[in-house]
């Protein structure tokens, strides 16, 4: 509504630069794949100061930490279609640029592991509704566990360590 518009507007005015796009973006936590794909690489190499230097960036810029949550939900969905047919290109809407980076960010990425991943972030966006002025901490606990799977007693976790162990055996027969 207007009211969310002025506030943006003010908020936006308080950074005393100039206002374009990729102000408003910064502000509300949105528009930004390039940080989703960024922490979804740190994810996977468990890069924790990466991790929780965009997460605390996005905090202390009042930037919303559940509307980026949604991006690197959306950005997980994207490497699953990637992951899953030839042809994603048709069912994705991103530039030539994103869907070379989602492509590449594929190969490092199971079946299992993206389960498990979409999990934990689904969970964590259900709890930052109900607990909206715990967001940082929720996300950080959240991305923290999504590093380790030895962390979290669950179906998809166990999936993932079995397919991990499987990929281990199958290197030493070799």
């Not at 005015?13 to 408003?24: E, Q, S, Y």
């Not at 509307?67 to 994705?92: C, H, P």
């Amino acid at each position: 509504g207007m009211r969310d518009a002025i506030s943006l507007l003010e908020l936006c005015a308080g950074a005393h630069k100039t206002i374009d796009d990729r102000l408003v973006f910064e502000t509300v936590g949105s528009g930004n794949r390039e940080n989703a794909y960024k922490i979804i690489k740190a994810i996977g190499a468990a890069d924790y100061d990466t991790i929780y230097s965009i997460i605390g960036n996005i905090s202390e810029s009042s930037g919303d930490i559940s509307v980026f949550w949604q991006e690197i939900i959306d950005s997980y969905r994207d490497i699953m279609v990637v992951r899953n047919t030839g042809s994603a290109k048709t069912y994705l809407d991103l530039t030539e640029g994103e869907y070379e980076r989602v492509r590449e960010i594929s190969k490092d990425f199971s079946m299992a592991k993206l389960i498990y991943h979409t999990t934990i972030l689904e969970d964590a966006l259900d709890d930052m509704q109900r607990a909206s002025n715990a967001k940082r901490s929720i996300a950080e606990i959240a991305l923290t566990r999504m590093c380790d799977p030895k962390l979290v007693v669950s179906a998809e976790a166990l999936a993932l360590r079995v397919e991990e162990l499987e990929k281990q055996i199958s290197m030493i027969r070799l």
